[in-house]
């Protein structure tokens, strides 16, 4: 985890299928003793085109908390307990498994859906 009082953060990316847009609808931040997720940046705008908020986070005005990440954002990582996750975390430079970094690294893609996770940096 990162440092005392060290805050991490990644923006969640919504890409329009149709119109192959991307909008910040949110932002998933961790400090080193919670993890925190919020909407908005361009969520309203999104929700306009097409965008549902998740179910497990339906208050789009609200800012979610919770000491372990939040398992709609891990489910998206593989398994630290896969055979070959030492090479899975070499792909991405890690040197232990830490779910917020690998979100940040592998950006959290998956083919079902159309959610990415940045940092500031990669935007």
């Not at 630290?80 to 592998?106: A, M, P, T, V």
Request: proline fraction near 4%.
């Amino acid at each position: 985890m990162g440092g005392a009082g060290r805050m991490n953060s990644l923006y969640i990316i919504w890409n329009n299928p149709k119109t192959k847009k991307s909008y910040k609808i949110g932002l998933l931040s961790r400090n080193n003793n919670y993890y925190s997720f919020s909407y908005g940046y361009q969520v309203n705008e999104a929700i306009k085109q097409g965008f549902v908020p998740f179910i497990c986070f339906d208050d789009i005005n609200k800012t979610y908390y919770s000491k372990r990440m939040f398992p709609m954002f891990s489910s998206r990582l593989p398994s630290k307990r896969r055979k070959n996750i030492k090479n899975i975390l070499d792909k991405y430079g890690l040197q232990e498994y830490d779910e917020f970094l690998l979100l940040q690294k592998s950006g959290g893609k998956l083919p079902i859906d159309n959610l990415e996770f940045k940092s500031e940096g990669d935007i």
